[in-house]
């Protein structure tokens, strides 16, 4: 078996290794550049040299890449009909390679943007024949917004070579992308077929371009080429639809960070803080100073910043918490309205002072190596690291405080106090420390949800004003007091608001949504989950 598998792998080896022989031979014997190739490509007007450029890339020669290069590093110096690379401090002629000494009268050549964009187009189509099939990938994504037919050998030479199945598939694509823009019907009907299979919107915007009024002539292709829209378009569906909840989850995820400490300041404590956004921005401005910090004094581990901003956003947030409780809040429970104005004047200082402190301009707050990027699920579906991690720690914060409220000392006094205060005080609970322990807890939980939102949007003293209201929204719709509820308030909103902006729009979708909670507590003041029992002082 073992020998069989060899056997096979020689084979396939050697059918690869010939039929790129067979191609590069195809191309012509010529495998350097001749003096009249690198003066075409150099001196002349811009169309003369455009087309020198696309003849010398469809030769497949792997050395006029570096001249390419050369050109567009500006590299590249002419003395009547000699051509010269000048770089590090050497001298050669582009034709032959030999180091020779620099004319006195040697001229720069200059390339305009059309030629650049010529240059940039043609090493795509070289580094289709790249040994490394990260580049083979690269190229074909560059190639496809700008290949024409004066590069189609290049491109049936790879897909002939080209051992990688994927690959294969996006070459075969990109052959009868530009197929589809060929003088013979044939070749066009060919590449409708080949386009049907395809599940990328560059398909889809190429083909729709090929079916605006008069482009098509032929009705017979005409009707092929709609037909593999309608095919491609019910592939991306898929995609924009599972892109549409994901976002939603996405919004959720961050509403439920907003709205968990919300949940115990007023859900638990029947605090209405207003000031619960600006604590969330506090927590933002945490992480901000922390990555200056690591810019500033540990370059080395700026990567891993994050892991010291989040328990330095929860502590710092915690903190202020704890200062407004013990300075302003004590004094105002059981007093809901007086509470709503005294937060309200406390959030209206806090963006103040961090305009005092930091300016009025946004801050800029840099994702991590390890956030940046996305995970492509399809070819229209792409997963942001960032917003992936986002959804993991909301998750680990909701596990976090639910066990902290249903196992832990802390958790058992809180819920005692809000159950009932004066019986709690009767068997020892110390409730005025247990309040501000409670506090500074959904503040804190508040400075984590900024940490978070710092990652996917811009920091600024008006941060947490677009998301008291949704908060707000989560906590009631969810039922005050439950975490339950204010889970599944929080992804159920994301989801539906994200779905509604698809189909009417942001603004529109934003009333839709509080149409929607004020019906839902009309018919269901308690929220989607009751409290349980029954509280002393009700």
Not at 64 to 70: E, G, R, S, W
Not at 470 to 487: H, I, K, R
Request: hydrophobic share 50%; with cysteine; net charge neutral.
């Amino acid at each position: 078996m073992n020998a069989t598998r060899t056997g096979f792998d020689w084979h396939r080896c050697l059918v690869m290794c010939c039929l790129t022989l067979l191609a590069w031979c195809a191309c012509g014997p010529a495998r350097a550049l001749t003096n009249e190739q690198v003066l075409a490509m150099s001196v002349g007007d811009g169309d003369a040299r455009a087309t020198a450029i696309a003849e010398a890339a469809a030769s497949g020669d792997p050395t006029v890449q570096a001249f390419f290069q050369a050109l567009l590093d500006d590299a590249v110096k002419t003395a009547g009909d000699h051509v010269f690379v000048v770089s590090d401090g050497h001298t050669r002629d582009a034709a032959t390679g030999h180091e020779v000494a620099l004319p006195a009268d040697a001229e720069d050549v200059i390339n305009s943007n059309r030629l650049r964009n010529a240059l940039d187009s043609a090493i795509a189509s070289l580094k289709l024949l790249s040994p490394d099939p990260a580049a083979r990938r690269q190229a074909v994504r560059e190639l496809r917004d700008g290949a024409d037919e004066s590069k189609l050998p290049l491109i049936e030479m790879a897909l002939a070579s080209e051992p990688d199945a994927g690959l294969k598939l996006d070459l075969g694509l990109l052959r009868a992308a530009v197929l589809v823009s060929s003088g013979e019907k044939a070749r066009r009907i060919e590449a409708a077929r080949v386009l049907a299979e395809s599940r990328t919107p560059a398909t889809k915007a190429l083909l729709l371009a090929r079916l605006q009024p008069g482009v098509e002539p032929e009705p017979e292709v005409r009707a092929l080429l709609q037909h593999a829209l309608d095919g491609v378009e019910s592939r991306l569906a898929w995609g924009e639809r599972l892109g549409v909840v994901f976002t939603g989850v996405s919004l959720g995820s961050i509403l439920l960070l907003v709205a968990l400490g919300l949940a115990i300041t007023y859900g638990l404590m029947g605090v209405i803080n207003m000031a619960h956004g600006e604590l969330m921005m506090i927590g933002a401005y945490a992480t901000y100073m922390v990555q200056n910090f690591f810019k500033a004094y540990l370059p080395g581990a700026f990567g891993w910043y994050m892991l010291a901003a989040i328990p330095a956003s929860f502590v710092v947030a915690a903190l202020v918490g704890a200062v407004l409780e013990r300075s302003v809040i004590r004094w105002l429970y059981g007093r809901p309205l007086e509470t709503l104005l005294a937060t309200w004047g406390i959030s209206l200082v806090l963006m103040q002072g961090v305009r005092s402190l930091f300016g009025a301009q946004n801050v800029q707050v840099e994702n991590p190596a390890w956030l940046s990027g996305g995970i492509d699920v399809l070819s229209n579906l792409t997963l942001p690291y960032n917003r992936l991690a986002i959804i993991a720690f909301a998750a680990l914060v909701l596990l976090g405080v639910a066990l902290l409220i249903a196992r832990t000392r802390l958790g058992l006094f809180v819920r005692g106090v809000t159950q009932n205060r004066r019986m709690a005080a009767c068997v020892g609970v110390n409730t005025a420390q247990v309040d501000t322990y409670a506090f500074a807890l959904g503040s804190g939980i508040a400075g984590l949800a900024g940490c978070a939102l710092s990652q996917v949007g811009n920091v600024g003293p008006d941060l947490g004003q677009g998301y008291i209201v949704d908060s707000f929204m989560v906590v009631v719709l969810g039922g005050v007091g439950q975490l339950a509820g204010t889970v599944y308030a929080g992804l159920g909103l994301g989801i539906l608001n994200k779905l509604l902006e698809g189909w009417q729009g942001a603004v529109l979708a934003k009333i839709m949504v509080l149409v929607f909670i004020v019906i839902f507590i009309q018919k269901r003041p308690q929220g989607i989950f009751a409290m349980k029992g029954r509280s002393a002082e009700s």
